[in-house]
């Protein structure tokens, strides 16, 4: 097949264009045309000086006086903006290369091939703009989770911020251990957002919300193929958090096989996909809560010791809202404030007599359960100050049960007194401290109690029936 340069030229989607060392132009190709918008009869064996930015760098090879290498002038690379045809501008790049004449050993001609790179240019400016997105949300993100957001000026509260604040600079992890609802992640997003790692991403991850089977694919991520179903490659959390914080919730819901390799990712911040062998680099902080006696299940064998000391490092105890009372004030008032603006509300505040009731009420489910409240208030108070009425029963029935805590400090019995309510919520009690003393295993509660333990069952079942009141 005969083989005609010029052709094969002209059908390259990218511009060639050749110039000898007088200046002329000895090949301009067909997408040179479109891109320069000239026609080739008009500008081939004519000195290109139209070609201004080529010139520039013609002239840099002729000073070189054929004596530069290929090594040097072949990198040369050249970004600029054409005035197009349909009136768009268009980016392209020019790399030139000089074509030695190696008998003189000098240039004998320059070549130039020209992309069209306006694509490329929109995706850098489209990242441009998203990287400065990112960091305006990672700001506003990080004032949301600022220290300030933490509300509740109580001993204890303080104390937490303190330590978390001391912390948040270092890359020690973290163990937060309190209830539900007491704000553990809350904290965790202060450190993160308070740390060196503010600007890369805060990733949690709740061991409870998944099978263990699937804790491990979530954590360290699969290759394709990996396993049934596995059909593209994912990244786990891990990879996720690349420079940043893996919060990790509800700790001890991992199997022992997952507390293994988490025990090696902390140890050498290494871990490998499922299905992958190579083995990932894991620059992580990573910070873990529980709202268990951590220590008890290293005790019974349910948690590895070396993966406690590893996590135990820096312990931060939140406690819960009934032990910080005055934190009830200012978090009730953050969340008037807060819903009245989510629900475009006005509602004033509350009546003396219900505040008291949420005071005296003993918060099992800690803040998040004092938002659901406070929620709910606002969306079913009619009047402009939350009255009795509108508290959920189970509130108001805890009261008459706190009333009658210490019915003999009164000079009489207190209005609501019931001597039923009394007796239950005593023996509630005992028989929560039983089976926290014997680590939730009933029958061994039920021994302690003296109680055989069809009896114990019932008590229980009636308490929580009592407990799940509304
Ligand atoms: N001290 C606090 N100030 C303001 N909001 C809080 C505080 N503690 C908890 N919250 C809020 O209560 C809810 C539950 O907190 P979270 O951090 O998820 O608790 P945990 O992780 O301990 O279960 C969240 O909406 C959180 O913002
Ligand atoms: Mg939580």
Redesign the pocket.
Known sequence: MRFDLHQVLDSARDGVFIVGRDHRLVLFNHACEELYNVSRQDVVNKACWKLSDFEKSWKEAARAGGRISYGELGAKKERMVLPHKSGKQVWVETIYTPILDEENNEIAYVMGVIKDITELKDMEREKERLQQEIGKIRGELGSKYDFS????RSAP?MQVMKLAAEVAQENTTVM?V???????????KAIHYNSRRADKPFVALNCSAFPETLIESELFGYEKGAFTGAEKTKPGKIQLAYGGTLFL?EVTEMSPATQAKILRVIQEREFEPLGSVKPQRADIRIIA?T?KDLEALVKKGQFRDDLFYRLFVYPIV?PPLRERPE?LGP?ID?LLEKFNHDMAKRIQGISPEALGMLKSYHWPG???EL?NVMERLMILSKGEVIQVEDLPRYVVESMKLNHSREPETNDGIPPGFSLEDTVNQFEGRIIQKALKQCGHNKSRAANLLGLSRSTFRYKLSRLKGFENRN
Request: glycine share 14%; proline share 0%; hydrophobic share 40%.
């Open positions: 957001s933490i509300v509740g509260i937060l309190g209830e539900s609802g007491t704000g553990k992640e809350l904290v965790a919730d809560a709202n939140i934190d978090l953050h800690n803040v998040r938002q």
